[in-house]
């Protein structure tokens, strides 16, 4: 579908006589979205075609724009993404695959600090690249997030982990990123933010107990008395790996991950395959190698 991109110009071809064609770009006509590039509609050989311009001394392109950028424009860039998403969506009948995402085909708009992308009027079956759309955004996002501090990055990172899962809503990460500081976007409200889950493992076997508190954002599990948070002692187990398992907590709930341990991380007798998330509920069986936890958790 697209044609050409050189010169500050995407093109793009579009199905003779489609109906999906018209309707949705009545609706962008309409919506007038700021970050949506000013565009050319072209009548070419009984096709549609339209083309988007990146003009104006106040636009540059995002690759080269993202270096220079400071921490909060750089979440606020996060930001303005997730919130794109979220209007384009509002209509009910574009979906969020009509923005293309491409790295190097998106610019920055300096005046206002955001991202500003061509958005496709069309949707159904003739959307562009269903199967793809995710891995394009996600890339933007972590090329984004690489220039941010270590910590921010890994988080933001977690956030788009689990938006792939679907895990949580875009409305939840754009919240949780709001939450690093970014004001690219409007603060939404969100029904968990008054809310704290404290989680507990809880372990009885072999005459021996053990109980660990968790109640911030990362929890490490092994048997490393240097680096975990919760150290499971070799005369409990010679089966857990120095760094076996991490818990994050994220929109209050709380999420575990297997960190390539030997003995594996399952929860309810599921293997949790390497660093892929799994979420924790109440009296779920966290089995840690050969150590099973019984999960509760309480609000305070």
């Not at 303005?80 to 574009?94: A, Q, T, V």
């Amino acid at each position: 579908m697209l044609v050409k991109a050189r010169d500050r110009q995407l093109s793009f071809w579009f199905q003779e006589q489609d109906p999906f064609f018209e309707i949705g770009y009545r609706i962008l006509e309409q919506e007038q979205i700021p970050q949506m590039l000013p565009y050319q509609r072209k009548q070419c050989k009984g096709r549609e075609k339209l083309v988007y311009q990146a003009l104006g001394e106040n636009l540059d392109p995002l690759r080269e724009a993202v270096p220079g950028l400071g921490e909060d424009k750089l979440i606020g860039l996060l930001c303005n993404m997730i919130s794109l998403n979220i209007r384009i969506e509002e209509n009910g009948f574009l979906k969020k695959e009509c923005i293309w995402y491409q790295y190097d085909h998106l610019y920055y708009d300096k005046a206002a600090g955001q991202v500003m992308a061509a958005v496709l009027p069309i949707t159904g079956a003739l959307r562009y690249a269903d199967s793809s759309w995710f891995a394009c955004f996600e890339e933007t996002i972590i090329r984004i997030a690489a220039y941010l501090p270590y910590s921010q990055m890994v988080y933001v990172r977690k956030i788009i982990q689990m938006l792939k899962m679907d895990k949580i809503t875009q409305e939840e990460a754009l919240v949780d990123l709001q939450g690093l500081g970014g004001r690219g976007a409007e603060r939404l409200s969100s029904a968990h933010a008054s809310q704290n889950t404290i989680l507990k493992l809880l372990y009885h076997g072999n005459d021996k107990e053990l109980e660990f508190l968790i109640d911030d954002e990362d929890f490490l599990i092994g048997r490393n008395v240097d680096a975990a948070d919760g150290v499971i002692p070799m005369n409990f187990s010679r089966a857990v790996s120095r760094k076996h398992c991490l818990i994050t907590k994220m929109n209050d709930k709380y999420f575990v991950q297997d960190l390539k341990s030997v003995n594996h991380t399952l929860v309810n007798g599921i293997m949790i395959p390497p660093y892929e998330l799994m979420e924790l509920e109440n009296n779920d069986i966290l089995s840690v190698a050969d150590i099973e936890f019984r999960v509760k958790t309480s609000q305070s």
